[in-house]
């Protein structure tokens, strides 16, 4: 109903404060409601809420974008043990409520936890290009994972880009950041300057960017020496 009351403990994390206001903006724009958030300051204010996202480390899910959903006729409570599985919980409730075509939930309790660990997508607004609001339609569209170009430092298929200011903002709607290498290595394991070569490559690569997810190397991109004569 209108008026109702968002709740989370303070915390700082901008993901559990974004989960709130994402679905504040979800209520207000597709259900018509007018809702309100607010930092409880005790245990008091989280019982008074209608909608609860709440975090504890002892929640019993296996992995950071897990969450549980617990309906009762008073109180919608998110569970879960990360800020990513906050915001996963929120985007579950909002999927439910457009299926049902009302703001309301089947009462009960039940685990949700994501049947792929990661699902990664490139951009859909152009290459390499990830404005918050497309980092936020990824997040709804069900993945967890970005992936991006990296030809040198700093640098993209789509030229420039401060490639730690874009992992930090994924970060705060619960995405990480999977580079997909376009840097030359053309260097046989087997040479005896491979190891400091790589190193110069993958190794400043990771120290630049220490909170990036992964690499990945595709061969038909790089095209690694080989010395098999079937090759």
Known sequence: ADGAVLAAMPGGDARIVHALADFQDYLLNSMALSARIVHAASERELEAAQVVFRLDPACP??????????VTPRQIVILARSPKGLLQGGIYCE????????????????????RLRRRSVHSGCGIDDYPDWQLNAILHAGFTSIELFIKAEDTTA????????????????????????????????DDLDAEAFFDRIYGDIFRKYPKVASIQLVGESLEFPSKDPAT
């Not at 899910?61 to 617990?70: N, T, W």
């Not at 457009?98 to 309301?104: E, I, Q, S, V």
């Not at 376009?182 to 394991?189: E, G, R, V």
């Open 158 to 189: 789509r030229g420039y880009c401060n490639i730690n200011d874009l992992i930090d903002r994924a970060e705060a709607y619960g995405l990480e950041v999977a580079f997909y290498n376009y840097m030359s290595s053309y260097k046989h394991p």
């Open 61 to 70: 899910v296996k992995g950071d974008k897990d969450f549980v959903l617990a």
């Open 95 to 114: 999927d439910r409520m457009n299926f049902r075509g009302l703001p309301a939930l089947p009462a009960g309790t039940a685990k949700h936890e994501l």
